[in-house]
């Protein structure tokens, strides 16, 4: 079992940004899968953002293509989300997850979530 701590989480104004980070301990993190989920009030937790084991393949939310970046980094065992020109919008917990592949569906590790609240 693979345990996930957020931090970075806070508030910031509109077009403003945050850097996420995600520490990994338990399994080799280099063997995992690395994603960033979030969940608004109200709504159902969606994706944001994943990235492979080595870092150099990444996939992205259409809603966050070209504002947010995830990067990795496996001799520090971390994962980050670099956020930026926030919106209103993506006021949610953010949660970082670990799986096997780039399915949302395969991600069964997760952390207890960070909060980022953006002000419009």
């Known amino acids: 079992q693979v345990r996930l701590v957020e931090s970075g989480g806070g508030l910031v104004q509109a077009g403003g940004s945050l850097r996420l980070s995600c520490a990994a301990s338990g399994r080799t993190f280099s063997s995992l899968v690395m994603g960033w989920f979030r969940q608004a009030p109200g709504k159902e937790r969606e994706f944001v953002a994943v990235i492979s084991r080595a870092g150099l393949n990444k996939n992205y939310a259409d809603s966050v293509k070209g504002r947010f970046t995830i990067s990795r980094d496996n001799a520090k065992n971390t994962v980050y989300l670099q956020m930026n020109s926030l919106k209103a919008d993506d006021t949610a917990v953010y949660y970082c997850?670990?799986?096997?592949?780039?399915?949302?569906?395969?991600?069964?590790?997760w952390g207890q979530g960070t909060q980022v609240n953006v002000s419009s």
């Open positions: 997850a670990a799986g096997g592949s780039f399915s949302p569906s395969d991600f069964g590790s």
